[in-house]
């Protein structure tokens, strides 16, 4: 079984910055993308970042630019720096855990609240 652990969201004003953080552990496979969706309240989850173990990266175009996501394959954890942050950020962050980018999601962490005031 494998297990996502998020962590780093939290209440913060419009322009700063936030990381999260996300420790994955049990049966992972070598090869692998790691990511974070975010769903805000009545809309549906959406992906906001991938990265494979190989060092491809997507992002959505709403966040480019602003956010950057990066991953410690030795400590299979993956981050997401978020700056310039704006109201329309604010959701609940998924960690997410897949075989490829074009995959289904395998695995989802619990989901960690940013809010962003404006």
């Known amino acids: 079984q494998v297990q996502l652990v998020e962590s780093g969201g939290g209440l913060v004003q419009a322009g700063g910055s936030l990381r999260l953080s996300c420790a994955a552990s049990g049966s992972i496979f070598s090869r692998n993308v790691m990511g974070w969706y975010r769903q805000a309240p009545g809309k549906q989850r959406v992906l906001v970042a991938h990265?494979?173990?190989?060092?491809?990266?997507g992002y959505a175009d709403s966040v480019k630019g602003r956010f950057t996501i990066s991953r410690d394959n030795a400590k299979n954890t993956v981050y997401l720096q978020m700056n310039s942050l704006k109201s329309e950020d604010t959701a609940v962050y998924y960690c997410?855990?897949?075989?490829?980018?074009?995959?289904?999601?395998?695995?989802w962490g619990q989901g960690t609240q940013v809010t962003v005031s404006s």
């Open positions: 990265i494979s173990s190989g060092g491809s990266i």
């Open positions: 997410a855990l897949g075989t490829t980018m074009s995959s289904r999601v395998s695995y």
